[in-house]
């Protein structure tokens, strides 16, 4: 860490609390994400240790206002009924809350159960975001989810009849994936009521079951995307970043506050936070997590603080991730002109159809988000 700089000053105004549930029923075999079946015990300790990672966060930056709380994982609905309440009386204790605050919890279409709806609703949760992934059984039996389509519908019915806003995440790019499959799940989504769409292309992850697979069985994800990026916005649902769609008002604001280099803290192990432009990734594994905090020491494995084009590079990507893109004026402020000017000239080296550079903003266009990772790849 460069001298003269103190990550844990508590920021100015509010920030965004991540808290990552490191449990799920069965590990899905592409999933690289930091998850396994709980075994006995695990979830007590979890639980124990997240109030300490909580006390070492307020030693240092007291106790901060959250404007936005999204807790992840893994699946928290793997959580009891009363282990929600002990989490949220947790949260409770070490943050004040914003009026309104949009709070996010994450449900798994096969353990979301009457009770945690009726827990949250009686909390301050604003939106759920389920993991239906596909409305077709065989996709789902291929991608090891222990869902059905027909349970996948009734956690959306009986999330939305309990007023939340509604998230949906769907995957293409299956092995054998038909057009017309896709095609299918999303006029079911589109159609359920749900006001915010994620979708994901499947990819081999080092680590997970499926690493060994070759990426030529993969299905193309171009045109699957394409067709989503014409049919959802045909339906009400607006993209405002290259995998997110939303009906308007109802656009993830803790994303959005991440791909605008918000102040985020993250809780858990494995989770990554952001504060006052230093980022750091905790201790993965819960054991680790937790006997490093147990010693007194924090949860935190590494941390840096971007600067220069590097920083100036990661905020355009992540900006340019956005349907609103970079905020020229802001950005030239922040970064400096020189880096305003080099990102214009890197985006101009690819054709004028996938981006564009307004007075205001540079954005991509949609067949721009179609090729992004060609863009990255140059940009950073
Ligand atoms: S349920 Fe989600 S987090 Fe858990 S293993 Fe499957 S994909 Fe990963």
Same mark, same amino acid.
């Given at each position: ?142 991608? =090891? ?11 959306? +019915?009986? /999330? &939305?009849? #309990? !007023?939340? @806003? ?110 006052? =432009? ?11 997590? +937790?006997? /490093? &905090?147990? #010693? !007194?020491? @924090? ?82």
């Amino acid at each position: 860490m460069p001298e003269n700089m103190n990550p844990f000053e508590p920021p100015a105004g509010g920030l965004s609390l991540y808290l990552h549930v490191p449990f799920c029923e069965r590990k899905c075999p592409y999933c690289a994400f930091e998850s396994k079946v709980p075994s006995e015990g695990e979830k007590e300790l979890w639980l124990q240790t997240v109030e300490r990672e909580l006390l070492w966060w307020e030693s240092r930056i007291g106790r901060p206002l959250l404007l936005t709380c999204y807790i992840g994982g893994g699946t928290p609905t793997v959580l009891s009924g009363p282990e929600w309440i002990r989490l949220a009386e947790m949260l409770e204790r070490h943050f004040t809350f914003d009026a309104g605050a949009e709070v996010t919890v994450e449900a798994n279409p096969n353990s979301l159960r009457a009770e945690h709806l009726l827990f949250w609703r009686d909390w301050r949760t604003t939106r759920v975001s389920i993991g239906a992934q596909s409305f077709d059984d065989a996709e789902l039996i291929q991608l =090891g989810r222990l869902h059905s389509a027909a349970r996948a519908w009734e956690a959306i +019915s009986a /999330s &939305l009849a #309990s !007023g939340f @806003s509604v998230n949906a995440d769907f995957m293409f790019g299956l092995p054998g994936q038909t057009f017309r499959n896709w095609a299918r799940t999303l006029s079911q989504a589109a159609g359920s009521g749900i006001a915010h769409i994620s979708l994901y292309q499947l990819t081999i992850e080092p680590g997970t079951a499926w690493e060994s697979m070759p990426e030529e069985e993969l299905s193309d994800g171009y045109l699957p995307y394409r067709w989503a990026q014409w049919y959802l916005p045909s339906k009400g649902f607006g993209q405002y970043e290259i995998a997110n769609f939303a009906k308007r008002g109802h656009e993830s604001r803790h994303n959005i506050n991440y791909w605008k280099e918000g102040d985020c803290l993250g809780i858990g192990p494995g989770a990554s936070g952001q504060i006052r =432009g230093w980022r750091y990734k905790n201790i993965s594994g819960l054991g680790g997590y +937790s006997d /490093s &905090l147990k #010693s !007194g020491k @924090s949860a935190i494995a590494s941390g840096e603080r971007l600067t220069g084009s590097r920083r100036a590079s990661e905020a355009a990507v992540l900006a340019l991730r956005m349907k609103q893109g970079i905020e020229r004026e802001a950005f030239a402020r922040k970064y400096g002109p020189d880096e305003e000017s080099r990102v214009i000239k890197i985006l101009e080296a690819f054709p004028g159809d996938l981006y564009s550079v307004g007075t205001d903003r540079i954005c991509l266009t949609p067949k721009g988000m179609r090729v992004a990772n060609r863009i990255w790849s140059e940009l950073v």
